[in-house]
């Protein structure tokens, strides 16, 4: 009497099973329902994950190769969506998203996490404005609320071009150490 070979048995099992589900299918759109997508590299480390965060919220979230997160996709802790990349070392580099009184924002920062750039809407919502900052965090420039003011590499403000409080323009100049030299307005 032959031996039956479990495997060959097994395969035919599940090329029968198939070909029911195949003959038997019905043309609709492919939906794919999960919890998360866990994907892996060759060497079986984590390099993407797509599902739920422990608040129950959705993200997307790559890392490299060294297990560092590289760039996030999802919700934050307000409930606002945002989108933040980092460089190998984990440091932030670009932020997109909510920003405080909830408006807009683009924030960058160099390779020590540092902010080096801030656009986006005001706490108050009422306005845009773009903020730079130089290596060691000092703010160097700040455009917004129908005003230009230009800091020196210490943070002492050293230019202004914007208007008063009677809504005439004005022309600002400050020394190093803050003190005005020259200031001109556009009233006549």
Partial sequence: ???????????????????????GAKQQEDLIVTKAIKLINDDGKQIAFLGTGDDGDGLLVTFNSDGKETAFLGTGDDGDGLLVTSNSDGKETAYLGTGKGG??????????????????TGESGDGGFLRTHNADGKQTAYLG??????????????GYFGSNKDNDGIARLYDRYGDIGWGMSGKK
Avoid at 1 to 23: A, C, E, P, Q
């Fill in 145 to 158: 609320g129908g005003h230009l003011t230009v800091y020196n590499k210490t943070g002492e403000m050293v």
């Fill in 103 to 120: 408006g807009g924002g683009l924030r960058t920062s160099n390779s020590d996490g540092k902010e080096t750039a801030y656009l986006g």
């Fill in 1 to 23: 009497m032959k031996k039956i070979d479990l495997k060959s048995v097994l395969i035919g099992l599940l090329v029968g099973t198939n070909l029911m589900f195949l003959l």
